[in-house]
């Protein structure tokens, strides 16, 4: 299993260019999140999705879109990137009820710059 | 409106000393206090995780101390070691919110040899 993976690793944007990163799971989990992260700010959640074809509004939504068109798969969008969206981004996914509902696994990240 | 607040921001201890972070929350539905542990380079993990019906969880050499009526709950790790060094989020989640977690705002280990 290769568990959560994240494409691209790393990317350098320009102000006003658009991207879309991609998150893949091979653990058939239900509820997919996407976070960014910065010092000293934590893990925020941008984005979710409870299940295929659902997505709904985190802490930090505004700048993002995203779309989970197949259940393995959840994609975050950057229409026109912004020097704020300078960050590393996390996805993560988990089963939910089952078991330990607390645990979510996570990728490797991808580091975005924006000039 | 930060609803869990997470100190020291950084923390060096001596190798085999013990290592303690504090987490505060406001929210009294929150129903698991999980913690996770990131090493530079990758995603976090979960480490280890509590429930408020319970005032100590230890798994190995990582214990969490909950204080439920002080809304406080505390990681503490025993003979800390160098590979201990890592970035640590407490976190909550309240059922019913979609397994959602509220992360705080991490503590920069570092264990010296």
């Known amino acids: 299993n290769a568990g959560v993976t994240q494409t691209p690793k790393f990317r350098v944007l320009k102000t006003g260019q658009s991207m879309t990163l991609l998150c893949a799971q091979d653990?058939?989990?239900?509820?997919m999140y996407w976070y960014r992260q910065d010092p000293g700010m934590g893990l925020r959640l941008i984005h979710y999705?409870?299940?295929?074809?659902?997505?709904a509004k985190g802490e930090v939504p505004d700048g993002y879109n995203v779309s989970r068109l197949k259940k393995q798969n959840f994609l975050l969008g950057l229409e026109s990137a912004a020097p704020s969206q300078t960050s590393v981004y996390f996805c993560?996914?988990?089963?939910?009820?089952?078991?330990?509902?607390?645990?979510?696994?996570f990728g490797p990240g991808t580091r975005l710059t924006v000039t | 409106q930060q609803q869990v607040k997470q100190s020291p921001q950084s923390l060096i201890v001596q190798k085999g000393g013990i290592s303690i972070i504090n987490c505060a929350y406001e929210?009294?539905?929150?129903?698991?206090f999980p913690w996770y542990q990131q090493f530079p380079g990758k995603g976090p993990a979960l480490l280890i995780a509590?429930?408020?019906?319970?005032s100590e969880k230890k798994e190995g050499r990582f214990t969490i101390s909950f204080n439920k009526s002080a809304k406080q709950f505390s990681l503490h790790i025993m003979d800390s070691q160098p590979g201990d060094s890592a970035t640590y989020f407490c976190?909550?989640?309240?059922?019913?919110?979609?397994?959602?977690?509220?992360f705080g705002k991490g503590t920069l280990l570092t264990v010296n040899p």
């Open positions: 653990m058939n989990h239900e509820y």
């Open positions: 509590i429930r408020p019906d319970v």
């Open positions: 999705s409870v299940g295929e074809g659902t997505t």
């Open positions: 929210n009294t539905a929150f129903d698991y």
């Open positions: 993560a996914s988990s089963y939910g009820g089952q078991g330990r509902p607390y645990e979510q696994y």
């Open positions: 976190a909550a989640m309240r059922g019913g919110s979609n397994y959602k977690l509220t």
